[in-house]
């Protein structure tokens, strides 16, 4: 790895606090000026939950937590271990690639969807978001990025293996900071009953595997990571951030149980920024600090399943 990579990974904390600053305050303008239409700040929801609560305290809570725990010594050598993680690989091919197969996510789900109404209007049509997450967001990336790499030049299965096979109890400690995002959300929720143990047991591991794990293999630690190593760490933060949520105006879009607040394309890519794009915010900044990908599954599905569980009654889903 040239030194200008090695650069890259020695951005300081008080950037990357500031970019990620300044992206949240942007994302609030707009919506301020494109969501306060029909639909004010103060009304924006995340899964029927009031933002504040679900998403934008929590997010607070958990980047001012994983800060003050963060490891200093530990640090310096987790990132030289992920710069000779990534030794060998062509990152700007992979990042290529990779945005392809975003795109590919986002055309092949409006196709899927369309092809599904075609067929027959009893066919759940939302089926096509889940199909489509898996394919293009972990199938092909893992087949054609780390596979792919790791047949041409023996180098793709060391960082799955460095943020999967995690030993040091230093970098658990961001389960502190789940549990800390988990809290607000829950006092947020108003009063609901107890999910259906069917219900459950069918959810969480959809939610944490069919969501959770393929988005944060994708988004951190396939994109994030090699971005960092192109423009460096805020810049990697901020970007995957937006991409996230732009992914997730997307499926919200095609997805009737997940919809956005906001009128038209425009209103729902920003209620998207200022949610999703601000919990990739966080997320991104737990990926840089514990380079955990446990951690980062939890600090993503924990939050969906406070929201999601409390609708799945016996009577909401009888």
Avoid: C, K
Wanted: no cysteine; aromatic share 8%; hydrophobic share 55%.
């Amino acid at each position: 790895m040239d030194a200008g990579q090695g650069r890259t990974f020695r951005t300081g904390a008080a950037g990357l606090a500031l970019a990620g600053l300044a992206v949240a305050g942007g994302a609030l303008l707009a919506a301020v000026g494109i969501v306060g239409g029909p639909v004010s700040l103060s009304e924006v929801t995340w899964h029927g939950s009031e933002a504040f609560w679900g998403v934008w305290l929590p997010v607070a809570a958990g980047a001012l937590l994983t800060w003050l725990l963060g490891s200093r010594t530990g640090q310096g050598e987790l990132d030289r271990r992920v710069r000779e993680a990534m030794e060998g690989h062509p990152v700007r091919l992979e990042l290529a690639l990779l945005l392809g197969m975003l795109l590919g996510f986002a055309v092949g789900t409006a196709g899927l969807y369309a092809l599904f109404r075609l067929v027959s209007e009893e066919l759940p049509a939302s089926a096509a978001l889940p199909v489509t997450r898996l394919v293009f967001l972990f199938v092909l990336p893992v087949l054609f990025v780390d596979q792919g790499g790791f047949s041409l030049s023996g180098h793709g299965t060391r960082m799955p293996r460095l943020s999967m096979a995690v030993r040091e109890p230093w970098r658990w400690l961001g389960l502190i900071t789940v549990a800390a995002v988990g809290a607000p959300v829950l006092v947020g929720l108003h009063a609901a009953e107890v999910p259906t143990p069917t219900a459950a047991l069918f959810v969480v591991p959809a939610v944490l595997v069919g969501v959770s794990t393929i988005e944060e293999i994708f988004f951190r630690g396939m994109v994030q990571t090699r971005l960092e190593l192109v423009a460096g760490r805020p810049a990697a933060v901020v970007v995957t951030a937006i991409l996230y949520a732009l992914a997730h105006a997307v499926g919200s879009y095609y997805n009737a149980y997940a919809p956005l607040d906001g009128d038209g394309t425009s209103g729902q890519v920003s209620v998207a920024l200022v949610t999703y794009g601000v919990q990739g915010l966080l997320l991104g900044y737990v990926w840089i600090r514990y380079r955990n990908m446990w951690v980062n599954i939890l600090l993503h599905g924990v939050p969906l399943l406070l929201v999601l569980l409390p609708s799945l009654s016996a009577g909401g889903v009888g």
